[in-house]
């Protein structure tokens, strides 16, 4: 038994010493169809795997070199450094609204990620200068720093901002008291999800019923209506008229919960509140009625 498999061993391995016995005729033909049957079979799955390997890297390289070329063309997007759990919320909220996204990730498993997710990712330190670049900065709308560390936030804040002083920055904290800090570096905006989190859970227990309705408004495929901010432009026909006058709710069938004019905001305005070029009107809708109000404030 021992040398029958010693005999196939140096056979399949095509190592082949001899034969440590003289073989019959069977002996010889059973060796035959050992050699063909286990060199075939060696070939089959060492072919297999090396095309595995080099089909995976080809797709990659294809991949990552159409990335690159579309991400030349991009404009108006939203660059959202981290893509760990609320990186990956905020990614899929923005492709939601149809909004390209442009993923910077440290970590090269959680880049992989973004990218099998179908995210443009860049594998870069955020708040490096070559990592902005490449996700166009200059061009892009907006930031969402995503990262868990506040101080790594505020280095992509400043270094977004010395970059490009008009995109809008919104950072997450994880520290109440880095808040002001992430404001003093430049960020428009800073979110504790944390802070969000209890506030929205304690309103739960005690007036559920606002936060079902808030559920409502809150952008969602399980509902029709959502909530938006829709800039009037000077050019718009209802520039200059009142809520009344505008009968933007008989037309379009939006409500109006509010205005910001300038730096404050009007809740629950009245029919008598004038509407000016520049004023942003906060209107709850579905898609047909928020596409209605669009084309009348542009």
Do not use: W
């Not at 990592?131 to 930031?143: E, F, M, S």
């Not at 720093?145 to 920055?169: C, H, Q, R, W, Y």
């Not at 999800?193 to 859970?201: R, S, T």
């Not at 509407?275 to 009107?281: K, N």
């Amino acid at each position: 038994m021992l040398d029958s498999f010693y005999m196939t061993l140096i056979t399949v391995t095509t190592i082949g010493y001899g034969e440590i016995h003289e073989l019959s005729v069977y002996g010889r033909m059973f060796t035959s169809v050992v050699i063909v049957t286990g060199v075939g079979v060696m070939g089959y799955f060492l072919g297999t795997f090396t095309q595995y390997i080099v089909e995976g890297e080809i797709r990659r390289t294809f991949g990552l070199r159409k990335m690159k070329k579309d991400i030349k063309n991009l404009a108006n997007h939203y660059i959202v450094c981290g893509y760990g759990k609320v990186g990956r919320q905020v990614c899929e909220e923005l492709r939601s609204r149809g909004i390209e996204t442009i993923v910077i990730e440290s970590n090269q498993v959680m880049a992989e990620h973004a990218l099998h997710d179908g995210f443009y990712a860049i594998h870069d330190d955020a708040a490096a200068d070559d990592a902005l670049t490449k996700a166009r900065i200059l061009h892009a709308k907006g930031l969402v720093g995503a990262v868990g560390s506040d101080a790594d936030n505020v280095f992509i804040t400043l270094t977004a901002k010395e970059m490009n002083p008009d995109i809008f920055v919104v950072v997450r904290a994880e520290s109440p008291t880095s808040q002001t800090k992430l404001r003093r570096s430049g960020a428009n905006r800073v979110i504790s999800p944390d802070l969000i989190g209890g506030k929205k859970m304690a309103l739960a227990a005690i007036r559920p019923n606002i936060v079902e309705f808030m559920d409502i408004i809150t952008p969602d495929e399980k509902t029709n209506f959502t909530i938006e901010e829709i800039i009037v432009a000077d050019s718009s026909p209802i520039a200059g008229m009142t809520l009344r006058e505008s009968k933007v709710r008989q037309t379009a069938g939006v409500i109006i919960i509010g205005i910001k004019k300038g730096g404050d905001f009007i809740f629950n305005p009245l029919a008598d509140d004038l509407i000016v070029g520049g004023d942003i009107l906060i209107v709850v809708g579905n898609e047909k009625q928020l596409d209605a109000m669009y084309k009348i404030c542009s």
